[in-house]
């Protein structure tokens, strides 16, 4: 059973991240201070036991030059002993169906380990974003700024206007220095990751209104649903759904590789056919208290 947990239920899913994270009770403190909520937890329950869960945090990202609401999948996590029986399969998506009532159209999440990229794959997740080297003057930031307004602003200006980047309110902001100090001020860099696509439609609207010069149909298959691959039409600016018994299309895709086309990510070693229609960016991600 599936449920969202409450005040009764919130020190069991404490107890669960700890057992399968072994973090600190300090950075817990900082995490239910910050970023928990019961409304954005789900928890499986067997037998009356809770024995999976995960985290829904709301962020936004900048996208085709809009800041848009995503959900950070976070947390995902199951007991030891009730592994390998699909619960979290369940739970995920469970997930995207609650993310999808929100009319978020965008799920993000990090893996924890790189084997689990191909564990989200099933999911439709893609990898979107990618680690670099390029170290972020966090330390300097908080080192130079003595009032907090302040280092938000210095640090907000990083990335505030950078397309397909992560943003961070205060709130994160607060949650990040904390974190950063307590592990010691290591060094930071934008970190890999995946994306799903949950409103397919919201994000080719934003593409087409950015991209007022493109004009194609673009056949979507949707392995999430088993539903009939749908042709949708993207014309200078605007959507349109093409209906009829087979309708003509300029480039088939699944939602992983849609997701990988609309973010632009590594496109120019795709087939031509697809870099002429979705140009190459750089998606960035940091600083997630991973």
């Known amino acids: 059973m599936i449920q969202f947990a409450n005040d009764q239920t919130k020190p069991l899913v404490r107890q669960m991240w700890k057992t399968c994270f072994e973090d600190t009770d300090e950075f817990l403190d900082i995490i239910f201070t910050y970023k928990y909520r019961n409304e954005n937890t789900l928890i499986y329950f067997e037998k009356g036991r809770a024995v999976a869960s995960l985290q829904m945090f709301p962020q936004t990202i900048n996208f085709y030059r809009q800041q848009i609401p995503f959900s950070y999948m976070a947390e995902l996590c199951t007991l030891p002993e009730h592994r390998q029986k699909g619960y979290m399969t369940q739970l995920i998506y469970k997930a995207h169906e609650i993310i999808a009532n929100r009319n978020i159209p965008l799920a993000i999440l990090i893996p924890a380990e790189d084997s689990l990229y191909g564990f989200y794959e099933k999911y439709d997740y893609e990898q979107v974003f990618e680690k670099d080297e390029e170290l972020i003057p966090l330390k300097e930031i908080l080192d130079m700024n003595t009032e907090f307004d ?97 309708p003509r299309f300029d480039i088939e895709v699944d939602r992983r590789l849609l997701c990988r086309l609309l973010f632009g990510y590594k496109t120019k070693e795709l087939e031509t056919r697809y870099q002429s229609f979705f140009d190459e960016h750089q998606p960035m991600m940091n600083l997630m208290l991973e």
């Open 150 to 246: 302040e280092a938000y602003q210095i640090f907000d200006k990083l990335f505030r206007f950078r397309d397909f980047c992560v943003q961070k309110n205060e709130n994160d902001f607060k949650a990040i220095s904390e974190e950063y100090k307590l592990d010691g001020y290591p060094e930071k860099t934008n970190l890999s990751g995946m994306a799903r696509v949950i409103d397919i439609w919201t994000l080719l609207d934003l593409y087409a209104k950015d991209n007022l010069s493109k004009r194609f149909r673009i056949k979507i298959s949707d392995g999430a649903t088993n539903k009939k691959p749908i042709v949708y039409l993207i014309d200078k600016g605007s959507v349109e759904l093409i209906l009829g018994p087979a």
